[in-house]
């Protein structure tokens, strides 16, 4: 025991001192294969754009919509019922993937995981290629939507777990500038079907989520494991021939392939220790209570503070009086926007910003602009009040994007035990989808002309939302930022104020461990040293 004690304290003393530059030198692998696997995520965001984009689309309405009574110009739309009921369709499915996914992705491994979600997407793709009615693509949506849900959560535990402190805030937040690459490549396929006036001009960019799977499927399946999912299932032997799969020769932090792997155990039997079980149930049990409300909120609030209204926006803008084309122009602005956000959010990091102030002031920035879109419907130009909200939601994307958009990711992977991570995240995700399918609900008749048609008065709703995110995250979100998981375990289990995180000191090393768990693990070390004959120093 008193050896995994050692090197799991040497370790983390490296960790902590280990600069950005030094993490990407050492664990390159780790960057590109987490990237490669993160890039699954866009394939959701490609869709939700299409889906969302597609309500402002003629061709589109005229082939799915109604005839507008009344319209003059004759005008076709797709019924608020229906809009709600495809955006929720997405989203029952997603909450069917994510339940599964935490049994499957534990039991299986995250590589055969990911391997089966894509080669479904293969299959499913075809209903929307060939779907004759809203029902059909309805059906498209809750199939698609369970890979989609398993994406969600999988992407981000992964990237969490095969890169150390230096580099953990970086590499989950890239998920969301895949899900931004995804909607980029989405609205770029929608304006340029915009001159079409066949069936064509909808089928070709649904015919294009092809492009993801195949090649992701071959990457995904030269892939390394998670090592802390290894040492979770007691295989240390194949954990530590991950990891070296997952870093590169760098004398300057004299890293040593073994002091990792007793960290990872270490954690693990602290958590162990903690932790009652890895249930669903246990997440709701002790100390992981709180970590499951703040995991769940964290994301939850992605949706409360307005973004179920900005994913609207070349429609709201339609409806506030921009033509097609200068509305999708905006929308892609917007979206061009959630991808250079996440470079802007880790700019603010490297200046040792935390996630919890980035989190609480970008919030801040969002209830404002929300209120003032709700005045700028006051404006009686018409015309140029859409101009104002078009430039407003910009300025929306920017700040969601360098706090709440992006920073989530970042959270939610961090603030969750290792032992019931990808339970909790699932969790968090599925609230999210819940209130998502609320929104989704809700935002169709705030906007369409045939319903409610608040137009603009929306954002005062959207505001009061928002302005209660922002009590809830100052009193109840810690800061992660430069903690160990096993220093993040004690800080909970201790009960310390959120406020007070940031200037807690703890040393994971001052409490007892069970030496029986230790030793399960010590024991499949020694036995693979012994069988090697030496060990590996890199």
Wanted: with cysteine.
């Amino acid at each position: 025991m008193g050896e995994v004690i050692r090197g799991a304290k040497s370790a983390t003393e490296k960790e902590h001192k280990m600069t950005l530059l030094q993490g990407i030198k050492l664990y390159p692998k780790a960057v590109a294969w987490s990237i490669l696997i993160s890039t699954c995520i866009a394939m959701e965001g490609y869709d939700v754009c299409l889906l969302s984009n597609f309500y402002g689309f003629p061709k589109f309405n005229e082939k799915y919509g109604d005839l507008v009574p009344g319209s003059n110009p004759p005008e076709h739309q797709i019924s608020a019922p229906w809009q709600s009921g495809l955006s929720n369709g997405c989203n029952v499915g997603e909450i069917i993937g994510l339940f599964i996914n935490g049994y499957v992705s534990e039991r299986f491994g995250y590589r055969y995981t990911v391997m089966t979600c894509l080669t479904l997407i293969i299959a499913f793709t075809a209903i929307f290629f060939t779907a004759q009615s809203v029902v059909h693509l309805l059906v498209a949506e809750i199939l698609c939507g369970i890979p989609w849900g398993i994406f969600q959560t999988l992407t981000i535990t992964y990237a969490s777990e095969v890169c150390p402190v230096a580099l953990r805030g970086y590499l989950t937040t890239y998920v969301n500038f895949c899900w931004g690459l995804g909607q980029v490549i989405g609205i770029g396929v929608i304006k340029s079907m915009l001159p079409r006036n066949d069936e064509w001009s909808y089928r070709i960019p649904y015919a294009l989520q092809w492009m993801w799977p195949v090649p992701l499927l071959i990457g995904i399946a030269l892939a390394p494991e998670s090592p802390w999912w290894l040492v979770r299932k007691g295989r240390t032997a194949e954990a530590k021939k991950s990891l070296l799969r997952l870093t590169s020769l760098d004398k300057e932090t004299d890293f040593d392939a073994d002091e990792t792997i007793s960290m990872m155990v270490h954690t693990t039997a602290l958590e162990e220790e903690i932790t009652s079980g890895t249930s669903y149930w246990d997440c709701f049990k002790g100390t992981d209570r709180r970590r499951t409300e703040i995991v769940c909120m964290v994301w939850a609030i992605q949706n409360l503070s307005g973004n179920s209204f900005s994913g609207y926006s070349a429609y709201f803008l339609q409806r506030a009086g921009l033509d097609p084309s200068t509305s999708y122009d905006f929308a892609m602005g917007q979206y061009g926007i959630n991808m250079a956000g996440v470079f802007g959010a880790w700019w603010l990091m490297s200046f040792g910003i935390g996630r919890r102030s980035l989190y609480l002031y970008g919030l801040c920035g969002l209830c404002t602009m929300l209120f003032l879109l709700g005045f700028l419907g006051l404006v009686p130009d018409r015309k140029q009040g859409s101009l104002a909200t078009g430039s407003i939601m910009l300025c929306w994307a920017v700040c969601y994007q360098l706090s709440v958009g992006t920073v989530c990711y970042s959270l939610v992977a961090e603030l969750s035990t290792r032992r019931l991570q990808i339970k909790t995240v699932v969790l968090g995700r599925n609230l999210y989808n819940i209130v998502g399918i609320i929104c989704s609900v809700l935002t169709p008749y705030m906007l369409n002309p045939t319903a409610w048609n608040w137009g603009n008065y929306a954002g005062f709703f959207w505001g009061g939302s928002c302005f209660l995110c922002i009590i809830y995250v100052y009193f109840r979100l810690p800061e992660p930022a430069g903690r160990s998981f096993a220093e993040l375990d004690l800080l909970f289990e201790r009960g310390v104020s959120a406020r007070k995180f940031s200037s807690t000191e703890v040393d994971v090393f001052d409490v007892e461990v069970k030496e029986s768990i230790v030793q399960h693990y010590e024991n499949k070390l020694d036995h693979h040293e012994s069988n090697e004959g030496e060990r590996i120093k890199v």
